[in-house]
T-cell receptor, first 113, second 119 residues
Framework: AQSVTQPDIHITVSEGASLELRCNYS??????LFWYVQSPGQGLQLLLK??????LVQGIKGFEAEFKRSQSSFNLRKPSVHWSDAAEYFC???????????FGSGTRLLVRP | DTAVSQTPKYLVTQMGNDKSIKCEQN?????MYWYKQDSKKFLKIMFS???????INETVPNRFSPKSPDKAHLNLHINSLELGDSAVYFC??????????????????FGPGTRLTVL
């Protein structure tokens, strides 16, 4: 069965520091992979997605993610975090025909001033 | 010009009541979804409709019934509400596309959520 693991429940970084959020997936075929962000009391906003092609994907707000098939990972990175990046981040895999998104449990990012 | 909208944003009700949540998308998509986010922020799909046809029906109690009057709307009706139904419910939509005879969908876009509290 498909699954997504986000091993870090909380991560705290200082403003201006770099960030990496981990995501590992389990899926038999080539997955469709997504990162969404949820600010407090808000819906989910798409940061970036990987369907095929270049394994380094650029997203909005300065985020990027790299698909590594050998490690079954799709980690999210940002070189310099801003206080406004504090939110919950969800990794998701499109299962089967991708009609169904399987979400990880989320990582809460806290940003120190 | 909201892409995916839901009403109401907040819903507080008593156990045993029946309530509905409405969802509308103006993106021209042909596939819509309902997801449930529990108190631990875990998101799980409940239903999906493609061109008004039910294509995903996860293990959800029969008290939950989705209805899609047209491609732009997907409503969720819940009968006999229970305490455990308290959660945030998200609607989403996407566009189906076909590649080499296979059907799949593009990115799912989410609504702002409806926070349901059952007392």
């Amino acid at each position: 069965a498909q699954s997504v693991t986000q091993p870090d429940i909380h991560i705290t970084v200082s403003e201006g520091a770099s960030l990496e959020l981990r995501c590992n997936y389990s899926y038999g075929a080539t997955p469709y992979l997504f990162w969404y962000v949820q600010s407090p009391g808000q819906g989910l906003q798409l940061l970036l997605k990987y369907f095929s092609g270049d394994t380094l994907v650029q997203g909005i707000k300065g985020f990027e993610a790299e698909f590594k098939r050998s490690q079954s990972s799709f980690n999210l990175r940002k070189p310099s975090v801003h206080w406004s990046d504090a939110a919950e981040y969800f990794c998701a895999v499109g299962a089967g025909s991708s009609y169904k998104l399987i979400f990880g449990s989320g990582t809460r990012l806290l940003v120190r001033p | 010009d909201t892409a995916v909208s839901q009403t109401p944003k907040y819903l507080v009700t008593q156990m045993g009541n029946d309530k509905s949540i409405k969802c509308e998308q103006n993106l021209g998509h042909d596939t819509m979804y309902w997801y449930k986010q529990d108190s631990k922020k875990f998101l799980k799909i409940m239903f999906s409709y493609n061109n008004k046809e039910l294509i995903i029906n996860e293990t959800v109690p029969n008290r939950f019934s989705p209805k899609s009057p047209d491609k732009a709307h997907l409503n969720l009706h819940i009968n006999s509400l229970e305490l455990g139904d308290s959660a945030v419910y998200f609607c989403a939509s996407s566009q189906e596309w076909r590649s080499g005879g296979a059907r799949t969908t593009d990115t799912q876009y989410f609504g702002p959520g409806t926070r349901l509290t059952v007392l």
